[in-house]
Each structure stands twice: as C-alpha cells, then as structure tokens.
C-alpha cells in the first residue's frame, strides 16, 4: 500500500527533482498530440511540464498518495480538462483505459520493492513503440543518509529499491522493452545547513521511518539522523532510463 505524504511541505522545499524532471522529459521525443502517464506523478510539478510539451495532447496522472494528488488538482485546477487524475498503486495492475503513447516517472520508482512487476504494469498500458522514459534513485543512492539511519536505529528494515544497470536491463528486457538504455549518474544536492536540511530529510527521505516510530520520538530521530552527515549534502545516484515499449 503506498504511503502518505506532506504534500505542501514537499512542495515547499528545495527539491533537485525539478531538475531532475527536466532532464527526464528532455528524453521524450513528442510533437504534441500524445498521452502521456505521468507514473507516480506527486503533486504535478512535472505533469505541469508535461501539459506545456503537450498543446493538443493529455497526460494521465497516476499516485498513489491522495495528499499528493490533492496538492496537484490545486496546481492544475486551470488545466483539469487535460489530465485525468488517478489513485492507484504501481505495484498492481493499472485502471489506465487506454494505450498511452508515453510513459515518464521522476524519482519515484526505487520506493518500489518489485521492479519486475512495475515494468510489467507499464507496459501493459502502453502502446507498442510508446516511449519509456524515468529516472530514481539507483545503486549506491544516499549510501550516507543510509549509514546514519542505520546507526541510529539499528536493524531498521531498509524501505528503498536501489536498483543497478544490469538488473534493470534484464528487467526491462523481460517486461517487453527494447532499445534499453540505462545509465548510473552521481549527483550530490547541497542544502542549508539546519532547518532546510532537517525539514528536507524529515519529508523526503525520512517519512516511512517517522510512520513507523511513536511520534514522541520523531523529532530525535530526525535530528540524530541529520546530525550524523559529515556535510548538508543528500548523495544522490540517479537511475536513468530510456526504453520503447516492443510490439506485442
């Protein structure tokens, strides 16, 4: 079952993924027309982008946070006629009704735990020769945030998927993908010391444990965590993607 957000103070931070989700529609070719699923879309940061890519063409918005989801019908509220807003889990099969043209997911993949199914999931949605194009956290993503949450709560279950390129590829392969390309890309993301670093780990990296622990002892683990970086950097590796979905 997917996990609830903070939704406005996601989108209140400094995020690296509004980079991260330029970079990832700059690998779609479209003219304009398509549909687009926009597969763990947040609060619409990128499907905002993606209506602008898209003049005579939809995207369908698909979370699985209703708090997420609610943040993005107030961002779009103007542009409602062209997105088809959906809560649903990608882990199971989709309730998409047509064959999209494209798929596109920025930094929400690696939270989950079954990559095959995932793919499996897409491309049952997509039309052959649709594009694939996402990007999450892969092998060797926050190796340091890691270490610290494992220092301070010790056997805590490791909630991230932090896939690799060649267990990617074989899955994409298998799910019935072709013309596969994945690359591993480091990409650190300084922030200000303090609050915006604390708020940014409390919200983006550090949810799942917060729901896990009594909340009288949130805040101490937050703190704990933060304060066990050597420096107020987040030490990304990105996981980045590009596939056609094969002819049935």
């Not at 220092?151 to 060649?166: K, S, T």
């Not at 994409?172 to 591993?184: C, H, Q, S």
Request: charged letters at 25%; aromatic letters at 6%; one cysteine or more.
């Amino acid at each position: 079952m997917p996990r609830e957000w903070d939704a406005r103070t996601y989108d209140s931070l400094p995020l690296p993924h509004l980079f991260w989700g330029k970079r990832t529609l700059g690998r779609l070719s479209l003219t304009g027309v398509e549909t687009v699923l926009d597969a763990g879309c947040g609060t619409g940061r990128d499907t905002s982008a993606l209506l602008d890519l898209l003049p005579h063409g939809r995207v369908i918005a698909l979370d699985g946070s209703a708090a997420m989801l609610a943040q993005l019908r107030a961002r779009l509220a103007d542009h409602l006629d062209r997105v088809e807003v959906i809560q649903a889990d990608l882990a199971e099969p989709l309730p998409v009704d047509t064959r999209v043209d494209a798929v596109v997911s920025v930094a929400a993949l690696h939270w989950l735990p079954d990559h095959d199914k995932v793919f499996r999931n897409l491309a049952a949605v997509m039309r052959p020769g649709a594009q694939l194009a996402f990007e999450c956290g892969g092998e060797g993503n926050v190796a340091r945030v890691a270490r610290a949450i494992d220092e301070v709560l010790p056997n805590a279950p490791r909630i991230w998927n932090f896939a690799g390129v060649e267990d990617t590829t074989r899955r994409l392969l298998a799910a019935g993908f072709t013309d596969v390309e994945v690359t591993l890309t480091p990409d650190p993301a300084r922030l200000e010391p303090g609050e915006q670093l604390r708020s940014f780990l409390a919200t983006v990296m550090l949810g799942a444990y917060l729901d896990r622990l009594p909340e009288d002892e949130r805040v101490a683990f937050v703190d704990a965590v933060t304060a066990r970086l050597p420096e107020p950097v987040v030490d990304y590796v990105r996981l980045q993607v590009r596939a056609t979905r094969a002819p049935d």
